[in-house]
């Protein structure tokens, strides 16, 4: 996640928070501008394929910093099961799914809000990541989630120690 100073100047998290994030806490990070000119709006990085495990914390998060959340479109293939609709925080949270690939998460704030996050896959190592995360939130960012995850490395599974 991100944060601004008065100034409005973005400030990030440090790297160290994702490694020290107990389990069942959601890996996000959002853009700090209100404009919201670049491609994705933030990214997220589960640590499993379980929807019912990962999207209940990504959807709390979400509704702390962006407001109540309506609808998530992901694509069904890239999860173990996807149901049509969740329960969260006493709220229905309904789930589309698109054959689009597992590079994005479509979430839906109100009637018509779209936000654009990145997804990060599970085994993606800690340093890539957070590479792939970092880049993916730049306000200035005009490159496509699968590129990006290409670029730092995040679309291929760590080697094994």
Do not use: Y
């Not at 999860?79 to 690939?101: N, Q």
């Not at 890539?128 to 590129?147: F, I, L, S, W």
Request: net charge negative.
């Amino acid at each position: 996640m991100t944060d601004s100073d008065t100034s409005g100047t973005p400030r990030f998290l440090p790297d160290a928070v994702h490694e020290s994030v107990r389990p069942g806490t959601a890996l996000l990070r959002l853009e700090t501008t209100h404009a919201r000119e670049g491609i994705l709006d933030g990214a997220w990085w589960p640590r499993s394929r379980d929807i019912g495990a990962e999207l209940p914390s990504l959807i709390s998060a979400l509704t702390e910093h962006l407001g109540p959340v309506t609808r998530v479109g992901l694509d069904g293939s890239a999860w173990d099961e996807l149901p049509t609709r969740v329960m969260v925080d006493g709220r229905v949270v309904h789930i589309d799914s698109f054959p689009v690939g597992d590079d994005t998460v479509l979430v839906t704030r109100g009637d018509r809000d779209h936000f654009s996050l990145m997804l990060v896959p599970p085994d993606t190592s800690p340093d890539a990541a957070r590479a792939a995360m970092a880049r993916a939130v730049r306000a200035d960012n005009v490159t496509e989630a699968k590129q990006i995850l290409i670029d730092t490395g995040s679309d291929t599974p760590p080697t094994p120690a």
